[in-house]
């Protein structure tokens, strides 16, 4: 089963910080996942939201700040308030530190409300000058990106994510067969949408189950009597704990 620190140890950490990272990094766990924007002047960042507010004090979205308006932006914690690695990291920050570790990392393009010009390009680019092709996922809700990836490198793999929303528009047939014309490793759903069908359908397809966002051991339960590939949490060392026992 493999675990994901979804936005980093993030039930215990600021999310998608550095330190969010530093806290993943000894956890016997398969890998970390964040999200990926773009700002004004063309930096690669890890952020969740489009815009600022939530996690971060200030204003505006990602997309029409620079770089370093962002880095003088300051976590809405007090504690942390004066962390260095409490700030929005660049995505060469965080390859940088997965680099020297056994972690695999699952990069979210984040442009599913949002587009970026030359995101994907920038993102493989990077993957690319860390040499990580091969321990790096992409995972978009925008299946035109996921083409776009395997096109500028096939042996990256890719994941569509599918959530509710997804399942308004588009049956699981179609929803497979947009799996297979993306040339996806990995299918993502979230755990409200997971169910028997989907995962032996997807099976079948020859395509990996990686849910998220797990949370609950209830439904950690569940997943692992489906038969899931992997699982992205908040909790990693707790759900970690849980396979353990139940495998």
């Known amino acids: 089963m493999n675990i994901y620190a979804h936005r980093g140890n993030s039930g215990f950490f600021p999310e998608n910080t550095m330190y969010a990272f530093k806290k993943s990094i000894d956890l ?3 890998g970390i996942e964040l999200d990926v924007q773009k700002t004004k002047d063309g930096v690669l960042v890890v952020h969740h939201d489009e815009t600022l507010g939530r996690i971060f004090d200030g204003k505006g979205s990602i997309k029409k700040l620079t770089f370093d308006e962002l880095r003088d932006v300051n976590l809405k914690n ?3 308030i004066n962390r260095d690695d409490c700030k929005i990291p660049t995505l060469e920050e965080v390859l940088e530190l997965i680099k020297p570790t056994d972690l695999n990392l699952n990069i979210e393009i984040k442009n599913n409300k949002v587009r ?3 995101i994907e390009e920038d993102i493989v680019k990077l993957v690319k000058k860390y040499k990580m092709e091969k321990r790096v996922i992409i995972s978009s809700f925008n299946y035109r990106s996921l083409k776009r990836i395997y096109k500028l490198d096939s042996k990256i793999k890719t ?3 599918v959530g509710p929303f997804t399942f308004k528009y588009r049956n699981l047939k179609k929803v497979l ?3 297979k014309e993306c040339n996806c490793t990995y299918i993502h759903p979230s755990c409200d949408v997971v169910n028997k069908e989907l995962v032996s359908e997807a099976h ?3 395509l990996l189950v990686q849910v998220h966002t797990v949370n ?4 950690m339960r569940k997943l692992i009597k489906l038969k899931v590939d992997g699982v992205f949490t908040d909790y990693p060392k707790i759900i970690n704990t ?4 139940e495998l």
């Open 28 to 30: 016997d766990i398969c």
């Open 242 to 245: 849980i396979v353990n026992k």
């Open 216 to 219: 609950s051991i209830t439904i």
């Open 177 to 179: 067969k947009i799996c």
């Open 116 to 118: 970026y010009k030359g």
């Open 78 to 80: 007090d504690e942390l």
């Open 159 to 161: 994941a569509y994510l």
């Open 204 to 206: 079948k397809k020859g």
